[in-house]
């Protein structure tokens, strides 16, 4: 046996078997290769440009996500004042304190006289001027004339109603014109009354 090896067909023992001879090789026709690019491309294009548009999406989306820091810093007040053109302001001013005097201690006596001159008022009428005289009178009450006049003022009498009582008094009593009862209702030998009250009081009772 020398140094080459042979296949011999008629001894299918024989090692190593030789590899069997490779298939011929087959062209692709012109048309066909035509084909595949025709098709082959815009799928290739169609599918890049899928993925930018993804991607874009995507990246907006993340961007949407993304907090937005404002970055613009707050401006300082400006003062506008010019002292050329606006009045400077002003503070508006503290309201005066107010402070009420407590209102002083009534004296004993001026208690005793603002008690007689209710019960007179009670039970008559009289003008200020004739109440007076009843509380401090010698005769009356016997108050000093200052006890009286402080009590008198002291009640807050309506004296213009006290000309109108003592008129209707004098008409259930006695008759008198018109004149004649304000002349009564003003005279110091009377009731007392001014003028006016006494006016007022006659109008009152239907004169």
Do not use: C
């Amino acid at each position: 046996m020398n140094g080459t090896s042979h296949y011999d067909n008629r001894n299918p023992g024989q090692y190593p078997a030789p590899k069997p001879p490779l298939p011929p090789v087959r062209k692709m026709p012109w048309w066909a290769w035509a084909l595949v690019i025709l098709v082959g491309i815009p799928a290739t294009i169609g599918g890049a440009a899928t993925a930018l548009i993804g991607g874009a999406g995507m990246a907006q989306e993340a961007s949407d996500r993304t907090p937005v820091i404002s970055t613009v810093q707050p401006t300082a007040p400006v003062d506008t004042y010019d002292p050329g053109i606006q009045t400077p302001p002003t503070k508006p001013a503290p309201s005066p304190k107010v402070t009420h005097k407590p209102a002083p201690a009534l004296t004993k006596a001026q208690e005793q006289a603002i008690g007689s001159a209710r019960d007179y008022l009670a039970t008559s009428s009289f003008s200020r001027k004739g109440l007076i005289q009843q509380l401090s009178s010698a005769y009356g009450e016997g108050f000093s004339a200052k006890d009286a006049t402080f009590a008198v003022d002291y009640l807050k009498v309506d004296w213009n109603e006290q000309a109108a009582r003592s008129a209707k008094a004098y008409l259930e009593v006695s008759h008198f014109s018109r004149a004649g009862l304000i002349h009564q209702l003003e005279s110091s030998y009377g009731e007392g009354f001014t003028h006016a009250q006494a006016v007022y009081g006659v109008k009152a009772a239907g004169l």
